[in-house]
């Protein structure tokens, strides 16, 4: 189950909504100057510029008060230019992720961790939901993997992976066990999973013979190892699952793709054209 494919296609039509649109424009923050972290964001920013989107790539030093980044959200989510914006999590030392996250206009939070977006796709009705989860679903729809009715397990309960992508699982009907670190025989889950999310950030945690024959298994994982990436799940897993996504080039692509598309989500809603559910927060 490769994203390469999808995603492009995704893109190309990110790419013609602005056309359509006329402008759209991604903001991402960034406090403090953490390498990896800019690694992420210019990938974002060059997908955002090759989609014909505009992009606005705020750096704040790490020293800057809360008060500041707040103040320097509440610029982004008064300009019109700006449809999408990105908190890069974590904050350096002192910042609270929580607050900087609620001081984002709902309707601009692309990443979904807003509260409102969180919750609203806890009640079911997604509004704004993280990339990746979102990238999953589509990687998992165009490969026509049954979900109705079938075991999800999900390995990792963050609030950007995990929860959200167990959420999109539910609305679809599988039935899902959500693991972490306190659960007592990973493997005995994993398993009994049709559909298999691993998103735990531990190279290779999964390994072949912790996955069901024919399953779906989808690789979230990106570690950094000596002589390059790997993701959470062992490539001899592909032996016995029916789908199993390659890191790099599974979910990686897909969480790009989702954030365009998110971003374009975010213009219609500013201009008007779909409706954000009116509550005033
Ligand atoms: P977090 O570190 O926020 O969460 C990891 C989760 O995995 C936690 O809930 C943790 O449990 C659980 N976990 C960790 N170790 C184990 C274990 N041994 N057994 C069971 N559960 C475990 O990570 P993220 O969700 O942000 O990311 C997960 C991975 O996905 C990372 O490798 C990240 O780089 C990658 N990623 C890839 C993306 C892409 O575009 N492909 C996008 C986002 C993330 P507990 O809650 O108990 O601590």
Excluded: W
């Excluded at 964001?41 to 008060?65: F, Q, T």
């Excluded at 707040?70 to 904050?91: F, K, R």
């Excluded at 990687?139 to 995990?162: F, P, Q, T, Y």
């Amino acid at each position: 189950m490769k994203g390469g494919p999808l995603a492009e296609r995704i893109r190309a039509e990110v790419a013609d909504d602005v056309r359509e649109l006329g402008e759209v424009g991604l903001a991402t923050v960034q406090v403090g100057e953490d390498p990896a972290s800019a690694i992420y964001i210019r990938r974002k920013h060059e997908a955002a510029h090759e989609a014909g989107m505009s992009s606005v790539d705020l750096k704040l030093p790490a020293e800057i008060s809360q008060e500041e980044l707040v103040a320097a959200v509440a610029e982004l989510n008064e300009d019109d230019g700006v449809d999408g914006i990105l908190v890069q999590l974590p904050l350096p030392g002192g910042l609270d992720d929580a607050l900087a996250v609620a001081a984002i206009d709902p309707v601009k939070d692309v990443d979904g961790v807003h509260p409102f977006n969180a919750g609203q796709l806890y009640l079911g009705r997604p509004t704004h939901v993280p990339a990746t989860p979102l990238g999953i679903m589509a990687l998992l729809a165009e490969h026509k993997v049954m979900l109705d009715g079938a075991r999800a397990v999900v390995v990792g309960r963050s609030d950007i992976v995990g929860k959200p992508v167990a959420h999109l699982l539910l609305q679809a009907n599988a039935t899902v066990t959500i693991c972490h670190t306190h659960t007592d025989d990973l493997e005995r889950h994993t398993l009994d999973a049709d559909v298999l999310v691993v998103a735990a950030g531990v190279p290779e945690i999964v390994t072949a013979d912790m996955v069901k024959s024919g399953s779906a298994v989808v690789d979230v994982g990106i570690n950094r190892v000596e002589g390059g990436l790997v993701g959470d799940v062992d490539p001899d897993a592909a032996e016995r699952a029916a789908f199993l996504t390659p890191v790099p080039g599974g979910i990686g692509p897909m969480t790009i793709a989702m954030l365009l598309a998110n971003t374009v989500r975010a213009a219609r809603y500013r201009l008007g054209l779909l409706a954000f559910p009116g509550v005033s927060l």
